[in-house]
Each structure stands twice: as C-alpha cells, then as structure tokens.
C-alpha cells in the first residue's frame, strides 16, 4: 500500500501578520479573522483525510482544533517557500513516505475529493499540481521516485503570477510528468473576498 503523507502549511492567526495584503482594503482584524475562517475549514477537510497527516507552521503552532484525529506538526525552516517545500518533502520521503501532497490553508474550496483526487494523479504521474487562478498553486505533490523532482522549485519567482508556468516549465526541463487538477481560487487581495462563499 502506498504510504502517502498530507502537509499542510499554517501560520498562527495574529492580525497584522497574516493576509497582509487584505490589510489595506479590510484592516488587520478583518484580515486575522478571514484567514482563521479559512484555516478552520481547511483544519476540517484535512481531519478527514484518511492518510497520515503533518502541519507545518511558522512562528509557534497554533492550536489546531481538531479531534478524533492523529496529527504530527513541524516548524518551517528560514528560506524561501521553495526552500521550504523542498525540506518538507525530503523529510516525508526520509522518514519512508512514498508519495506526498502539501497544500496551503488559505484555499476556501478545499475539499475532501480534491484531495482525493490529487492522491489518485499521482498514480499516473510523478507530480500532481492545483493552481490557482493568480498564477499560482495551491497544491502540489511528488512521488518518492521522481528523478530531480528538487531543482523543479529552483529559480521559480515565488509570490508572482507567473509561479505555476515556471513550475510547469521546470517540470518539462527535468522530464517531471506533471498532472493538473482543479483550478481554484486563494484568497489574498480584496477582488479575491467574492470567492469567500466557498467557506461552510
């Protein structure tokens, strides 16, 4: 049976430190208060995921509101999210997992069946990718056995629109066949508040 690891990168809900880029059109409040509404319902679709499950914070943990389920955290290293990403990985692959999806926690129609379904690409493909309607991505996950799967995260813009097509590229350069699931939206500056309806 494959041996599959979901992480899931968090930030604990201080104002002023998350969604900085709401604060402007929405204050630090508003801004704390939505990505805590997002993290709840990403805390409440991963529970149910039924594989091994791992959040990686910055800062210290927040307490992460969860029961019945069985959770590992880690802290992030200091780096770029490619930097960061890349350690993840390698760590899951050491520690004997076979293939790992990471996602974000900031993605209000994350569900379970996306999940699912990405878990499924990788059995046809080396990598699986969610974007985003920004340019990005939301989701991503590699199998052990993917050759040079570590230099698909170097020299990418990160935080830009252009993230997901550097990623698709490096995946090309490195021979990384790649699958793509669900386009979704993120939530970080005001035009993205429409989207919020996704949130149960």
């Known amino acids: 049976m494959t041996k599959c690891l979901l992480i899931v990168y968090v930030k604990k809900p201080i104002p002023g430190l998350v969604k900085t880029r709401l604060i402007p059109s929405v204050g630090a409040e508003k801004a704390c208060e939505i990505y805590t509404d997002l993290l709840n319902k990403t805390l409440a679709v991963a529970s149910n995921f039924p594989e091994d499950l791992l ?21 992030q290293i ?3 999210l490619g930097d960061r990403m ?8 050491k520690k004997g997992y076979q293939s790992v ?27 699986v990718i969610g974007p985003t309607y920004d340019g990005g991505y939301y989701l991503i996950g590699i199998k052990k056995e993917t050759p040079n799967w ?10 830009t629109s252009i993230v997901l097509k550097e990623t698709l590229q490096k995946g090309k350069e490195q021979g990384v066949s790649v699958g793509l699931i669900q386009k979704l939206h993120d939530i970080d500056v ?5 989207f919020l309806d996704g949130i149960d």
């Open 55 to 75: 959040f990686s914070y910055d800062l210290e943990c927040p307490e992460l509101s969860i029961t019945h389920r069985a959770y590992n955290t880690s802290k």
């Open 86 to 93: 890349v350690h993840d990985f390698d760590t899951a692959f």
């Open 150 to 159: 570590k230099k698909v995260f170097h020299n990418i813009s990160w935080s």
């Open 101 to 127: 999806l990471l996602i974000g926690s900031d993605i209000p129609s994350i569900s379970l069946s996306i999940l699912k379904e990405a878990q499924s690409r990788l059995s046809k493909h080396s990598m």
């Open 78 to 80: 200091v780096g770029t």
């Open 190 to 194: 005001k035009e993205d508040l429409e």
